[in-house]
Nanobody, 116 residues
Framework: QVQLVESGGGLVQAGGSLRLSCAVSGTFISRYYMAWFRQAPGKQRESVASITTADGTNYADSVKGRFTISRDNRKNTVYLQMNSLKPEDTAIYYC??????????WGQGTQVTVSS
């Protein structure tokens, strides 16, 4: 059974940085495209960044130039470096497979709160 455990969130002032980690067990992430998602209060979950098996990346326009997704296949971990944070980045952040059909479950997520 695949488990995803996100960590690294917290409270930060606008303009600050955080680095999120997602430890995956039960499978090898090297085989899959992975992604980070977020869900703000009262809003739908949205994809913010994705990474291919060849380390190609893609970002939502709202985070482009500020967030960087990466992966360490040896550690079976996906990362999200978040710089120049804005209050509108406040959300619970989750990682998962990019491919919808592979998403059988979600981790608990990690809360990111950006104060103005």
């Amino acid at each position: 059974q695949v488990q995803l455990v996100e960590s690294g969130g917290g409270l930060v002032q606008a303009g600050g940085s955080l680095r999120l980690s997602c430890a995956v067990s039960g499978t090898f992430i090297s085989r899959y495209y992975m992604a980070w998602f977020r869900q703000a209060p009262g809003k739908q979950r949205e994809s913010v960044a994705s990474i291919t098996t060849a380390d190609g990346t893609n970002y939502a326009d709202s985070v482009k130039g500020r967030f960087t997704i990466s992966r360490d296949n040896r550690k079976n971990t996906v990362y999200l470096q978040m710089n120049s944070l804005k209050p509108e980045d406040t959300a619970i952040y989750y990682c998962n497979f990019l491919e919808t059909l592979r998403r059988n479950s979600w981790g608990q997520g990690t809360q990111v709160t950006v104060s103005s």
